[in-house]
């Protein structure tokens, strides 16, 4: 059972280029979401989906795009790296019924420079 | 309104010591707040969770305390040990209808032995 899996674990890009962060979880979840760990900041949302072909913007969307084709995978896309967007990315996942007992399961980060 | 707030951003504690971290929240319609441990390296992982209706929740050496007319809940960590050393990152659910978490800022942790 992988879990929450995430490629790459490591990026490093110049200011303009784009990519793709990849995110796939193999428990079903319905509900997925990328988060952004930066110093002293916590974890902030950036963009989750409630199910295949749903997704909302969360507290920080600007510069990043994302779809969900599949309930498997969630890709985040950058498609003009800017130096503000280093950081650290993480994709989490859940059941999404809301229940106490579901929590957030997070894959083990990307870690992403932007030069 | 959708702000967890968090301190200490560090602590340094003895191994057998107490460590304890506290947050406070604004909105009222939180209505879930777990706590998550994060190892360097790692993806942050559920440690224990708890419902504004409940006022302490205890698993092992890991205790929430929740004072709802206060806002405020918070982590002690009994008996800590070195391998409790991690950040550590509360949590607020907007409410019955969602799966979205405000995370607090984070605190850093480290036992010593």
């Known amino acids: 059972n992988a879990g929450v899996t995430q490629t790459p674990k490591f990026q490093v890009l110049k200011t303009g280029q784009s990519m793709t962060l990849q995110c796939a979880q193999d428990m079903n979840h319905e509900y997925m979401s990328w988060y952004r760990q930066d110093p002293g900041m916590g974890l902030r949302l950036i963009h989750y989906?409630?199910?295949?072909?749903?997704?909302d913007q969360g507290e920080v969307p600007n510069g990043y795009n994302v779809s969900r084709s599949t309930t498997e995978d969630f890709p985040l896309r950058l498609l003009s790296a800017a130096p503000s967007q280093t950081s650290v990315y993480f994709c989490a996942s859940t059941t999404g019924r809301t229940s106490y007992n579901s929590p957030l399961h997070f894959g083990n980060g990307t870690r992403l420079t932007v030069t | 309104q959708q702000q967890v707030k968090q301190s200490p951003q560090s602590l340094i504690v003895q191994k057998g010591g107490i460590s304890i971290i506290n947050c406070a929240y604004e909105?009222?319609?939180?209505?879930?707040f777990p706590w998550y441990q994060q190892f360097p390296g790692k993806g942050p992982a559920l440690l224990i969770a708890?419902?504004?209706?409940?006022s302490e929740k205890k698993e092992g050496r890991f205790t929430i305390s929740f004072n709802k007319s206060a806002k405020q809940f918070s982590l002690h960590i009994m008996d800590s040990q070195p391998g409790d050393s991690a950040t550590y990152f509360c949590?607020?659910?907007?409410?019955?209808?969602?799966?979205?978490?405000?995370f607090g800022t984070g605190t850093r942790l480290q036992v010593f032995p």
């Open positions: 909105n009222t319609a939180f209505d879930y």
């Open positions: 989906s409630v199910g295949a072909g749903i997704t």
């Open positions: 949590a607020a659910r907007r409410g019955p209808n969602t799966d979205k978490l405000i």
């Open positions: 708890i419902r504004p209706d409940v």
